[in-house]
């Protein structure tokens, strides 16, 4: 399919990018391109990699949720969204705001497979002084927002959204919540306001793994009917495979209704893609032995199409 446009115009404003941001930004590689059904899958499978090998580090990481949000990150930077690594703070970009921050070195991972940054600038992750840590914060290229506490990704979005409309641009914004954040009132206030708002250019993805740290969704604190609840507050509901790249495009560059904000509720496994802990609540923060770190590796890249 074809690439996404490219950004054109001066280099990333100097109010956008601290010294640190701007080391890293200095390493940034060629913008991405469109990609085939192989080739998204292929970079999927780095970025799955990356995770494991962060987890592996010796202070771990959110492994479960980061394993969940691979199709869906990848999907947004490889074949939905105008932006350029090159020049990361573009006023023209579209803008991703990672609400469920402990999914954060899934973005880290994806960001580098697109040129933000190299792979080896995440070998320092949680290292100290490193800018790579459990949760993203805007030191990083292509990070938009500090996050981490739930549930204030979606008002920060409607905020962008508003500002969006009043610069005229037609940039989208595109928050990607976890489904226990769901149990945060302050999400359906934010959804309030943006249906109040016809906020079209906003939209909100969630990922619908069915867990959260302490079991279940269902068990903790019922959301469903889910598709319901969110209609109830004016917004259009699209439902897709959260692994399948093609149904999560088809979701995802879908005109944008005129009058009514989207949310994308995207059906995925937490830990996906390592088969030992797939499906479990006690895969959302792990330190990987060297053991588990190869069955992990050899898992994913079996799932990916062998070794490369």
Request: proline share 7%; with cysteine; aromatic share 6%.
């Amino acid at each position: 399919m074809s690439s996404p446009p490219l950004l054109r115009g001066a280099p990333a404003r100097t109010d956008l990018t601290g010294p640190a941001r701007t080391d890293l930004a200095g390493l940034a590689g060629p913008a991405p391109r469109g990609l085939d059904a192989a080739e998204l899958a292929a970079v999927a499978g780095r970025i799955r990699e990356h995770v494991v090998a962060m987890c592996a580090g010796p202070e771990g990481g959110h492994l479960g949720g980061s394993m969940s949000l691979v199709e869906i990150l990848s999907v947004l930077y490889f074949r939905v969204m105008r932006h350029d690594p090159r020049f990361p703070g573009l006023p023209d970009r579209d803008v991703l705001l990672l609400s469920k921050g402990h999914g954060g070195i899934a973005l880290f991972a994806t960001l580098c497979e697109a040129g933000y940054f190299p792979a080896s600038a995440l070998e320092e992750y949680a290292r100290p002084g490193s800018h790579f840590m459990a949760h993203p914060h805007p030191e990083i290229p292509g990070v938009e927002i500090a996050s981490g506490s739930l549930g204030h990704g979606l008002a920060l979005g409607v905020g962008y959204a508003l500002a969006n409309r009043l610069d005229g641009s037609d940039r989208r914004c595109f928050v990607v919540m976890g489904d226990g954040e769901l149990q945060e009132g302050s999400v359906w206030e934010a959804a309030s306001v943006a249906s109040a708002h016809r906020l079209a250019g906003l939209t909100a993805i969630v990922d619908r793994n069915g867990l959260q740290i302490t079991g279940g969704t269902e068990t903790v604190n019922s959301l469903e009917p889910l598709p319901d609840r969110w209609r109830s507050f004016g917004w259009r509901v699209l439902e897709a495979d959260g692994h399948d790249a093609a149904a999560l495009t088809e979701a995802l560059t879908r005109p944008a209704d005129p009058v009514r904000p989207t949310v994308v509720l995207a059906r995925t496994v937490k830990g996906k893609g390592v088969p030992f802990v797939e499906g479990q609540a006690r895969s959302h923060y792990a330190r990987l032995s060297g053991r588990q770190h190869l069955r992990a590796l050899n898992a994913v890249r079996a799932s990916a199409g062998g070794e490369r």
